[in-house]
């Protein structure tokens, strides 16, 4: 049945991370949340053209602009082989999870969907708001397919590689189990005889987390800390800049596939300071997580 309405919270707008969306960005998100036929679980068909007709001065390209925007930060998630979107955290503020006549089509749609992806995705937010289902938990890699296991580098607890921007996670590779694993810490820093910063950290996990979101592998370890670590000490990178531009290199479709380690980031940083400063306000990627900010 087509929806007659939407529902967005209004304390999106206190949230820092949505208020750093371009305007494009932020119109589309918008958008998106109003279609008639946007599904009980926030799945979509990708129809750019028809979104496009909607608002007189917009094109098709400016549509897909402010979708990588969106996606590259993890307010969506797109499959572009079976042309659908999700709308990550739809279902918590929609509300669907609290009527169990509502969470009946919630389950239908998401099984309905042919991404195996989305469907990780939603199992993972589902999980996250504590709702009971039979979905398949069969974790997806967006390069490789399913898995068996979690990735034995990362030893996460719970069921994502993520990392927090606010009070929410943003999944980038997503397993649902909840059994806990054993705790390993990270590698130190080359040369330094304690653990990494948060703020090193911090850094460290939003470009890998980036890459492989990208389809790229991606194994932080101390040259990754070493170089995270000089660039914030040595070259006096300011923190807010370096993770926009990290969001920035990961979003640009040359960027993407040359910055592939904390390292490279470092060397390469000048000029992509640069060339970020040229390009237009609506092809910039922000931190941040749509409309579920506020989890």
């Known amino acids: 049945m087509a929806r007659d ?106 099984n309905a969907i042919s991404s195996k992806r989305i469907r990780s995705v939603i199992v993972h937010e589902l999980n996250k708001i504590g709702v009971q289902h039979s979905l398949s938990d069969t974790p997806y890699d967006v390069k490789n397919g399913p898995l068996d296991t979690v990735s034995s580098d990362e030893n996460q607890t719970s069921d994502t590689v993520s990392d927090t921007v606010s009070d929410t996670t943003r999944v980038v590779v997503t397993n649902v189990s909840t059994t806990p694993q054993p705790t390993t810490l990270k590698p130190q820093p080359v040369g330094s005889g304690e653990p990494p910063r948060p703020d090193v950290e911090e850094i460290c996990d939003l470009l890998a987390d980036l890459i492989r979101k990208n389809g790229s592998k991606a194994t932080v370890g101390a040259k990754w800390f070493d170089a995270a670590r000089l660039m914030l000490d040595r070259d006096k990178r300011p923190l807010a800049e370096v993770k926009q531009l990290i969001h920035w290199c990961q979003g640009n479709e040359f960027w993407r596939g040359n910055i592939l380690s904390m390292p490279t980031f470092r060397e390469k940083y000048d000029k992509l300071r640069l060339q970020s400063q040229r390009s237009q306000p609506a092809a910039k990627d922000w931190d941040g997580s749509l409309y579920g900010v506020f989890q």
């Open 5 to 110: 309405y939407s529902r967005t919270a209004t304390s999106i707008w206190r949230d820092e991370d949505f208020r750093r969306l371009s305007l494009t960005a932020q119109w589309v998100y918008h958008m998106l949340m109003s279609q008639a036929d946007i599904s009980s679980v926030g799945s979509l068909p990708v129809t750019v053209k028809r979104w496009a007709s909607y608002s007189a001065g917009l094109d098709v390209e400016d549509v897909e602009k402010g979708l990588a925007e969106l996606e590259s930060a993890f307010f969506i998630v797109v499959d572009h082989e079976t042309e659908e979107l999700l709308i990550r955290t739809f279902v918590k503020w929609d509300g669907g999870h609290k009527s169990s006549k509502r969470m009946l089509s919630v389950l239908a749609s998401a």
